[in-house]
């Protein structure tokens, strides 16, 4: 299980986030627009090293090359909050994140999804965006055919794939407190 009570979460970042806002989030994300966490602080860490060069590709004030923040946060209890947990990279998994990363791809897919709040699983790290890509474009066969889903899993490995947590509205983001934002420099 991803989501558990008392498990802390984190966000890698340029700054500190103890608001986080989605209106800033952007669309073309694994499980959607929202705030993404983790539950491995080593994850986090390396997050924090891309997230200083998206600031500074897209001209963020007050952003330093080599530091930026592990935010941790804890949950609320999740009473009326939909949550769905992908338990590991199988078809469900790949058909939602190739349909959330690629409009218009699997259509009725990001309907599916749109109920829930919250949606936890293995992220598609950078060792596994090629996959992800390659199957999005066909290359393993039609997306969504039994040949291509199961080439793209076999070679994403799964077992390997860390955890990603997807706070998707605002009901679920009042659930997120905020303990503390630790200095990493990269």
Known sequence: MIIEVGKPWYHGSYTIVDKPDLAKCLE????????????????????VKSSIGKAIKNGAENVEEDRGYLNVYNHSELE?????????ADR?????????????LLKDEVKKWEAYDIIAGKIANDATNQVITA?????YGAVGSDTADETAIRLLMPEKLTDQICIRTEK????LIFLESIEHTI
Do not use: M
Not at 28 to 47: H, I, P, S, V
Not at 135 to 139: A, F, Q, T, V
């Open 135 to 139: 199957y999005i474009n066909g290359l």
């Open 80 to 88: 009326g909050i939909e949550v769905f947990e992908f338990p590991t």
């Open 172 to 175: 679920a983001l009042e659930r």
């Open 92 to 104: 469900d998994w790949l058909h939602c994140v190739a349909a959330h990363r690629k409009s218009n």
């Open 28 to 47: 073309g994300k694994d499980f959607g627009r929202g705030f993404y966490l983790t539950t491995d602080d080593n994850q986090a860490k390396r997050f």
